[in-house]
């Protein structure tokens, strides 16, 4: 089994922001080790960044899958769905960050998504990847300060939670 | 969209809505097994997030609303469920940031991601009945 496979929920979410960047009370808040941080212009800045990690991250993803057809052709239309849903996330956050003077995160030059070679696999990495978004921004979303991002990730995470549902249920996953 | 002023008013509008939701998850558990099997469970997460704002009310020092008087006996039809359940998610998406509580934001975060889920099990199900779905 690949170690990606091996890798508990939590361990994927912070390895991949760990891989981001992120660093400071928004890490601890991510691995559990606070339950609150000090709000600030700051910390939202920094929660804003490691939201916008996940968000390239989920993009990329998406992009290779749909670029290489790999999604099964009944599920290509929630692929680009859940894409655009991701860009307009990024950009939504991208555009609060640069107003508040921050200087958001750009996507990495490359992902390791291992081999994609099937269907199967991706549509797993894409479910990986949904719960590490759902994960991030339910553990954050009350240590932001402001109340327009804290609007705006709401509505992140009301989307993030419908593609994680929707791909558990197409592999066969409890979801209710 | 809905800006609310206070948690007074982000509780009340979430009841309203609750409401509506058993109301007619109700209706549709009669529809067939596996419509009931699915919505007692909704209908568990709902009696569960009832005790949760309760005991939210108590930490923010507000008093309890009272009752609500029971809803009228709603249709069985998913459309009108799946209006009622995106009334309620976006109640808890708006509310969030009027209830001025981290400890509330973060349990009422939690509902909002349950209903969610809610409304995309509902939007799952309606494709299903769909003639082509």
């Known amino acids: 089994m690949a170690e990606r496979d091996r890798l508990g929920r939590r361990e994927f979410l912070l390895r991949t922001a760990r891989a981001a960047g992120i660093a400071g009370p928004t890490l601890l808040l991510l691995e559990g080790r606070v339950s609150a941080i000090e709000k600030s212009e700051a910390s939202d800045l920094e929660i804003l960044y490691a939201s916008l990690t996940l968000e390239h991250h989920a993009i990329a993803l998406y992009d290779e899958g749909l670029k290489r057809n790999l999604f099964p052709a009944g599920l290509r239309r929630y692929a680009v769905d859940f894409r655009g849903d ?28 291992g081999s994609l070679g099937s269907g199967d696999h991706l549509l797993r990495e894409a479910m990986r990847i949904e719960l590490a978004a759902q994960d991030a921004y339910r553990a954050l979303i009350s240590q932001i300060r402001s109340q327009d991002y804290m609007l705006a990730a709401a509505f992140v995470l009301v989307d993030e939670v419908r593609h994680l549902t929707v791909w558990r249920r197409v592999l066969g996953m409890k979801i209710y | 969209m809905t800006d609310y002023a206070s948690p007074r008013e982000v509780f009340a509008a979430v009841d309203g809505f609750a409401s509506e939701v058993e109301s007619r998850l109700r209706a549709v558990a009669g529809r067939a097994p596996l419509s009931r099997k699915l919505a007692l469970s909704f209908l568990g997460d709902h009696e569960r997030h009832r005790r949760q704002r309760a005991a939210l009310l108590v930490r923010l020092g507000l008093a309890a609303a009272p009752p609500l008087p029971p809803a009228p006996a709603a249709d069985a039809s998913l459309d009108g469920l799946r ?45 299903q009945e769909q003639p082509n779905g």
């Open chain 2, 83 to 127: 209006t009622a359940q995106d009334a309620l998610v976006l109640a808890h998406a708006e509310g969030l940031s009027a209830l001025g509580d981290a400890k509330a934001v973060d349990v009422m975060a939690q509902h909002m991601v349950d209903h969610s889920r809610h409304l995309t099990l509902i939007d799952l199900w309606l494709e």
């Open chain 1, 86 to 113: 991701h860009l307009g996330h990024r950009d939504t956050q991208i555009a609060i960050a640069e107003e508040r003077g921050g200087r958001p995160p750009r996507p990495l030059a490359s992902y390791d998504f």
